[in-house]
């Protein structure tokens, strides 16, 4: 274990000049990134996997880290996409029957450049004020004024497609934990996809196809799906100009269901608008209002950008509703598209942890599919 005395100084520094002192956990190294915060207590290991993070650093609000270890079984994907973690505290004590590591070996053995003993919620405060910015971590130089004109010189997450280097390069079969006679063959879009999505419709008895983001609609419809899923997955959706033209062509020859990036990209491909949130949204407590039952639905959510509304008014493509509001924001958590057959929700229904509230839309894109007459 490190003793304090030795612990290695790590710095912090944003666009805009603010300056965060700490301590070096994980890999030794630089990393330049958007910034971003989220709120959850738990969840870390899911977080640090979700491919979603691709280009993004981020500082947990919760002040202690770590102090359940990490496992092999939480993974959300096959490796860590984010480049920083930023934290008050790293717990080196864990205590976990499911452990098999601890978060600071975990950090090194992925090459993740992580930083301990800052304010977080400080920093949180100065985003949310101030808007989201690149900022650049490093442990291996400590010149403030260095590290200030790499950030500076940093283009961002706008207009970058990011998709590209999370995205499957082949296509697979995922069927474990679903029956031998499977009812449904979903193919799903992976634009940074969550193994808990595939987990969930394995459970309710549907093979996933999963096919690389750039497939073309053709090859999609030769795979003969009874469904098709368009998942999460990180930076601009504006950018990732060849999924929303495939998805374009899609609609209306099957039903589609879309998480997160996958609702910006249908918002997008059915004639939409969409932008850069402020500071996004990252958390599992975000309320969520469903306009059709006026229930609200606690959400998890981390997203950056968000589909316009007023965008969806009058499109040639049929009619869209919005179906889910934001209680914070009043931003767009939710769309349909009945005449195409067409849903999608901002947030993530599959959230591992927990909450769970919104589980029931894996039911209403399998009860779509029932009723599908295409």
């Not at 808990?196 to 196809?209: E, G, M, Q």
């Amino acid at each position: 274990m490190t003793r304090f005395s030795d612990r290695i100084p790590a710095l912090l520094v944003l666009e805009d000049g603010a300056c965060f002192k700490g301590y070096s956990v994980g890999a030794l190294g630089e990393f330049t990134g958007e910034v971003c915060f989220n709120t959850s207590m738990t969840g870390y290991q899911e977080v640090l996997t979700d491919p979603s993070y691709a280009g993004q650093m981020v500082n947990m609000t919760y002040p202690l880290m770590g102090n359940y270890g990490v496992n092999n079984e939480d993974f959300e994907s096959e490796k860590v996409y984010m480049g920083g973690f930023l934290m008050r505290e790293c717990s080196r004590i864990r205590s976990n029957w499911r452990s098999t590591g601890d978060l600071d070996g975990f950090l090194k053995d992925h090459g993740v450049v992580g930083i301990e003993g800052i304010d977080t919620r400080a920093l949180t405060r100065h985003i949310r004020n101030e808007g989201a910015m690149v900022g650049v971590l490093s442990s291996v130089d400590l010149d403030k004024e260095s590290l200030l004109a790499r950030a500076k010189d940093s283009c961002g997450l706008v207009g970058v497609d990011l998709v590209s280097g999370v995205s499957a390069e082949a296509i697979y079969t995922w069927d474990k934990g679903c029956d031998r006679d499977h009812r449904f063959n979903i193919v799903a879009y992976d634009f940074g996809i969550k193994r808990n999505i595939l987990r969930l419709f394995a459970s309710r008895s549907c093979r996933v196809t999963v096919v690389p983001a750039d497939t073309s609609a053709e090859e999609v419809l030769d795979l003969k799906p009874d469904g098709i899923f368009l998942s999460n997955g990180p930076g601009d959706p504006s950018a990732v100009t060849y999924a929303i033209e495939s998805v374009r062509r899609l609609l209306g020859k099957k039903p589609v269901f879309g998480i997160c990036l996958g609702h910006q990209i249908l918002g997008l491909a059915l004639g939409g608008e969409t932008y850069k949130l402020k500071f996004g949204h990252r958390g599992a407590n975000q309320p969520v209002m469903n306009l059709d039952t006026g229930k609200v639905e606690i959400t998890s959510q981390n997203h950056g950008f968000a589909v316009r509304a007023d965008s969806l008014e009058g499109l040639d493509s049929g009619e869209v509703e919005v179906t889910h509001l934001n209680l914070n924001d009043n931003t767009t958590e939710g769309i349909r598209c009945r005449k195409l057959g067409a849903f999608s929700v901002q947030y993530h229904p599959e959230a591992s942890p927990g909450p769970h509230d919104s589980r029931y839309l894996f039911e209403s894109f399998i009860n779509m599919i029932e009723e599908w007459d295409g």
